[in-house]
């Protein structure tokens, strides 16, 4: 199975903060990886697919890179919304796999 | 607008089973896959298993972690997914999403965008 290990756990950062959340997996995954944010009590939200592709409607201060065993997600500028727990996802082999979570505290 | 919406859960002693039901509307129900991810409370998200279309014949995967308890099934006429658990234990206990997955022959550009609310299993003596 392919584990998927995201870094950090937890952090805190600050409005306007550049932030990066990195996932890194077990085998090469080629682009299969989605990211994904998830508010307290909330439906998890996609913000990346195809490693990369900004889903319709998120802002651009978010993005994704990578491809094979490392993928990051950034944050340019973070927004009060911005505070939430973030998930890579990859759907390349199954069994499927989620990495652990970034949760994404105010400093 | 694109729309799934979980039912079916509730309390269940261990041991016990059942049925959880995913409607869509929205969608051309048979050209996609569907899959389930469940979240424990407090704890990270996890993929439970896939449905794919009709072009592929309906077949399933599922993770380790339910496999040969649980089963997916799919009726297109009433666009609605299904997942079946039996000899449920207290692991089990977890909001269970539905979300869609692959498209046709297997596009993955809107994989995993379109969630319904969950409905929570907890599985309890």
């Known amino acids: 199975d392919i584990q998927m290990t995201q870094s950090p756990s937890a952090m805190s950062a600050s409005v306007g903060d550049r932030v990066t959340i990195t996932c890194r997996a077990s085998q090469g995954i080629s682009n299969y990886l989605v990211w994904f944010q998830q508010k307290p009590g909330k439906v998890p939200k996609r913000l990346i697919y195809a490693a990369s592709s900004l889903q319709s409607g998120v802002p651009s201060r978010f993005s994704g890179s990578g491809s094979g065993t490392e993928f990051t997600l950034t944050i340019s500028s973070l927004q009060p919304e911005d505070f939430a727990t973030y998930y890579c996802?990859?759907?390349?082999?199954?069994?499927?796999?989620f990495g652990q979570g970034t949760k994404l505290e105010i400093k | 607008e694109v729309q799934l919406v979980e039912s079916g859960g509730g309390l269940v002693q261990p041991g016990g089973s059942l049925r959880l039901s995913c409607a869509a509307s929205?969608?051309?129900?048979?050209?996609?896959?569907i899959d389930w991810v469940r979240q424990a409370p407090g704890k990270g998200l996890e993929w439970v298993g896939r449905?794919?279309?009709?072009?592929?014949?309906?077949?399933?995967e599922y993770a380790a972690s339910v496999k040969g308890r649980c089963t997916i099934s799919r009726d297109d006429s009433k666009n609605s997914l299904y997942l079946q658990m039996n000899s449920l234990k207290t692991d089990d206990t977890a909001v269970y999403y539905c979300?869609?997955?692959?498209?046709?022959?297997?596009?993955?550009?809107?994989?995993?965008?379109?969630w319904g609310q969950g409905t929570m299993v907890t599985v309890s003596s």
């Open positions: 929205g969608i051309t129900f048979s050209d996609h896959y």
């Open positions: 979300a869609r997955g692959y498209s046709g022959s297997g596009s993955y550009v809107n994989a995993f965008d379109i």
């Open positions: 996802l990859q759907h390349h082999t199954y069994p499927y796999s």
């Open positions: 449905s794919r279309n009709k072009a592929n014949s309906y077949t399933t």
